[in-house]
């Protein structure tokens, strides 16, 4: 986990800004939902979430903030 995280912030470092703690605190605890939730294991949990914010479906803010795109309409 600690590689990835490393990984990310020499990409945030690259685009501007340092990984704040909260922004890191908030990554982990959804990739650990996502291991815990869906039962796979935490390299796909990472690569899970890169797409999921690749894609602009969840944004995590430097303030620790998780912004969720909401799709569809009424059911």
């Known amino acids: 986990m600690m590689d990835a995280m490393s990984s990310r912030e020499r990409v945030q470092e690259t685009r501007g800004g340092k990984m704040t703690k909260e922004l890191q605190s908030s990554r982990y605890i959804v990739i650990s939902f996502l291991v815990r939730e869906m039962g ?3 390299v796909e949990a990472i690569s899970l979430m890169a797409e999921l914010e690749k894609s602009g479906l969840v944004r995590l803010e430097s303030s620790g903030d998780l912004i969720l795109k909401e799709l569809g309409g009424a059911l």
């Open 40 to 42: 796979i294991d935490i």
